[in-house]
């Protein structure tokens, strides 16, 4: 039998680490040559890392949300034949591996020792062959105070309930003065004596976690804290958003639109059959892509991205809209690229196809990447106003607002129309209040107006 060692491959496009975010096997595993093993992401996409043999798994590098450096070990597999490594070799990689890395990623107790060479004992660790509450460096036991052995008798007295209501409280004269001078109620005191008797420590136990509220009616106060790892690709989407706030200077515009006329030539559009054919139906979407489109014509400065650093913003002749949508996962932008090439019943195919690719997880890295400009909308749920963030490096984004009915003013009288908000952020550094305006006053004229979007 031999070892083989499986390391984090190159990813491609300049990739020097990756985020594991999940794992497939576990220690004591038998893997197939060709399994999936792990998944990582990067800043682009999720790599699958397969296993190229069979074997068992001895050991796992890493942690889920660790950052882990290209050609770095993950995994130890036992496998027949002689193995690509000796177990020497083995030994000297994964330690110098967990000394070079370990200021790139937080501990995972997997570091610096032998003992994380060998397989859990119950193969059920999920990937950490060090036992809890053993330090990886030293031959002592860590001082984790979730290792220690609990208290039975203080922690049982914590964590029980509160005497039933109706039900008198056993305790001294001793125990009740005590409670009266402390302002205790003893109803609400659990004791641990015979039958459930007050004692003096669980007088002590009471006061130390401080006052509770008692059960009302089947109410009582919920205190458990869950600590949840931002990992993922909700980790990119928190890196994404702290890098947009902290280095694009945001102005918001928003303006209100009587879309009526464009709610009627939509439900006029969905009901036509052209050519027996059967098509998505048209949402609002594909309209808005229409008249930003038209109107970057006149601003193409919109149409940008801003590299800071370098101080050029490159303006961009085609008009690649990513279209914010939200997945099981989180936040994506999938990519209508050249939207200025495509007209209504193209746009909204290709914003009905990447929308079904992000939700099932299917969408490549170039349909996820390449934006120009970007529309977010919350659907039914839009709001009255919102302030979008900007999809870093672009220099705006418009954002859709919830549809309502509102009386309107004709001039003689008010009449119910269909209206919307378009809540729109820009980057003020390289966009002045005066033109966001103009851009947003063009897309108004336009959804008002909607035989204008279709004139060239």
């Known amino acids: 039998m031999g070892e083989y060692v499986i390391k984090l491959p190159d990813v491609g496009e300049g990739v020097a680490e990756a985020e594991l975010v999940e794992w497939q096997v576990k220690v004591g595993d038998l893997v197939r040559e060709d399994?999936?093993?792990?998944?990582?992401?990067?800043?682009?996409?999720?790599?699958e890392i397969p296993s190229p043999v069979d074997g068992e798994i001895l050991w796992l590098g890493a942690e889920i949300g660790d950052t882990v450096a290209i050609g770095s070990p993950i995994v130890r597999l036992k496998v027949a034949g002689e193995g690509n490594v000796s177990a020497g070799e083995a030994l000297a990689d994964v330690t110098a591996e967990g000394t070079e890395d370990a200021r790139a990623r937080p501990s995972s107790g997997l570091e610096s020792s032998s003992l994380n060479l060998a397989p859990s004992s119950s193969g059920s660790s999920r990937g950490s062959a060090v036992p809890h509450g053993y330090d990886a460096t030293s031959s002592e036991r860590s001082e984790d105070p979730r290792d220690e052995p609990e208290d039975d008798g203080v922690r049982s007295r914590v964590s029980s309930a509160p005497r039933p209501e109706g039900e008198k409280p056993l305790a001294s004269p001793a125990i009740r003065l005590r409670a009266k001078e402390a302002g205790v109620d003893l109803r609400q005191v659990a004791g641990t004596g015979p039958a459930g008797r007050i004692q003096h420590e669980d007088i002590e136990a009471f006061l130390a976690r401080?006052?509770?509220?008692?059960?009302v009616s089947g109410l009582a106060r919920n205190e458990a804290v869950e600590d949840i790892k931002i990992i993922g690709l909700r980790r990119k989407i928190a890196e994404k958003m702290a890098l947009a706030k902290s280095r694009i200077p945001h102005i918001t515009y928003v303006e209100e639109i009587d879309v009526t006329a464009l709610e009627d030539l939509r439900a006029a559009l969905n009901k036509e059959k052209r050519g027996g054919a059967e098509r998505a139906k048209l949402t609002l979407l594909p309209f808005l892509m229409r008249a930003i489109v038209r109107a970057i014509a006149d601003q193409?400065?919109?149409?940008?991205?801003?590299?800071?650093?370098a101080g050029i913003i490159h303006q961009h002749g085609g008009v690649h809209i990513g279209i914010a949508a939200q997945t099981p996962s989180g936040l994506v932008v999938p990519v209508v690229k050249h939207a200025e090439a495509r007209d209504i019943w193209d746009c909204g195919a290709e914003v009905v196809r990447l929308a079904e690719a992000?939700?099932?997880g299917t969408a490549t890295r170039d349909e996820l990447s390449g934006s120009t400009i970007t529309i977010t909308s919350l659907g039914a749920m839009g709001g009255v106003a919102t302030t979008p963030v900007i999809n870093h490096p672009e220099v705006a984004i418009v954002g859709v607002n919830k549809m309502m009915v509102r009386p309107v003013w004709d001039g003689t009288q008010f009449i119910p129309r269909k209206m919307m908000n378009l809540s729109s952020s820009f980057d003020h550094r390289v966009i002045d209040g005066w033109d966001a305006a103009v851009f947003i006053q063009r897309i108004k004229t336009l959804l008002e107006t909607p035989a204008l979007i279709f004139v060239e």
């Open 35 to 47: 399994a999936v093993l792990a998944a990582v992401m990067t800043d682009k996409a999720t790599v």
């Open 358 to 360: 992000a939700k099932s």
């Open 300 to 309: 193409p400065n919109l149409n940008a991205l801003f590299d800071d650093e």
């Open 210 to 215: 401080g006052p509770q509220l008692a059960k």
